[in-house]
């Protein structure tokens, strides 16, 4: 089984950087796209992003559009979420999940699987 674990999440400011990180325990990585949802108290999950097995193909949410960029080394077994412009609404705790493709699933999480624990993001002054 496929085993993700999600990390990097913290306290910023608004208008502030920070990266996330999705890492996978087994090599078969690279067999699946990957999500990114977010979850703040009292709210539906929302996808946030995902990128393909290839990472040709890379699918954004309105709301992070021309803010977030994800990205993926299959080489490490790693998928990142660049989060840039941080607004307070991306306050969540955000999770990273598998999937056989992006443009089948996404935005549903539906059909995506092991998810892993979920990294919390603050973002206040």
């Known amino acids: 089984q496929l085993q993700l674990v999600e990390s990097g999440g913290g306290l910023e400011q608004p208008g502030g950087s920070l990266r996330l990180s999705c890492a996978a325990s087994k090599s078969t990585f690279d067999d699946y796209a990957i999500g990114w949802f977010r979850q703040a108290p009292g709210k539906e999950r929302e996808g946030v992003s995902c990128?393909?097995?290839?990472?040709?193909?890379?699918i954004y949410a309105d709301s992070v559009k021309g803010r977030f960029t994800i990205s993926r080394d299959n080489a490490k077994n790693l998928v990142y979420l660049q989060m840039n412009s941080l607004k307070p609404e991306d306050t969540a705790i955000y999770y990273c999940?598998?999937?056989?493709?992006?443009?089948?699933?996404?935005?549903?999480?539906?059909?995506?699987?092991?998810w892993g624990q979920g990294t919390q993001l603050a973002v206040s002054s």
């Open positions: 990128i393909s097995v290839s990472g040709r193909i890379k």
């Open positions: 999940a598998a999937a056989g493709s992006c443009r089948s699933n996404f935005p549903n999480p539906t059909g995506f699987a092991s």
